[in-house]
């Protein structure tokens, strides 16, 4: 007796095309990713990838989603109990993120694909990815590891320092011949000894 037919929950189809996105997006790179493409990849119908995400955008918007939240599971470190080691951790994960994932990292943030609005989603998450590097800066303050501050403030200055050196690293720019991983260790090390020496805001 044939048995009966069952049909692939909506989610499960919703997680295969975003795997499928993805991989196009780490073979092609941005421009790669099209509603056609994706569908290739997943072996569906370009129809099933726009009753899913609506449009390009939809499906952009879903990337994104799963690279800020692969940012923040990056740069938590709950079992580093010092203030200052694990701010330098939560750095290192930080560069060995946007390293690993290189095709994300420029998605997320060099505008390879411009994005006209944030989903509600997509911008609970990158703050949620942001407020994780403020729990490590509010963390540092209350140990005594850093000087006191206004906590976003501080995290923005750390945040841009560590992502214009992946940045450049990931993009080949950097002039000077000494070991990358070496490089960015000084940098995090400076940074947080700087942080703990006094606040980063500048003198009005």
Not at 54 to 67: P, Q, S, V
Not at 82 to 105: I, T
Not at 131 to 154: C, F, K, T
Request: proline share 5%; hydrophobic share 45%; aromatic share 6%.
């Amino acid at each position: 007796m044939e048995k009966p037919r069952t049909r692939t929950p909506s989610r499960d189809i919703h997680a295969a095309l975003i795997e499928a996105a993805e991989a196009v997006l780490i073979r092609e790179g941005a421009d790669g990713v099209t509603i056609r493409a994706v569908a290739a990849e997943a072996g569906v119908a370009p129809m099933g990838v726009y009753n899913r995400f609506g449009n390009k955008d939809g499906l952009i918007d879903a990337l994104l989603i799963r690279g800020f939240s692969g940012l923040r599971d990056a740069v938590d470190t709950p079992g580093v109990a010092d203030a200052a080691e694990r701010l330098r951790q939560s750095g290192r994960n930080y560069r060995r993120f946007g390293l690993e994932n290189p095709q994300h990292y420029a998605l997320m943030f060099e505008g390879v694909i411009p994005v006209a609005e944030f989903s509600e989603e997509l911008t609970q998450v990158s703050a949620a990815a942001f407020g994780g590097l403020v729990a490590h800066v509010d963390y540092a303050m209350a140990a005594g590891a850093i000087a006191q501050d206004e906590p976003h403030r501080v995290a923005q200055v750390v945040w841009s320092a560590v992502h214009g050196a992946v940045s450049l690293e990931i993009h080949g720019h950097c002039p000077v011949m000494i070991d990358p991983d070496q490089a960015y260790e000084t940098l995090i090390h400076v940074l947080v000894a700087g942080l703990a020496e006094g606040s980063p805001t500048a003198p009005s």
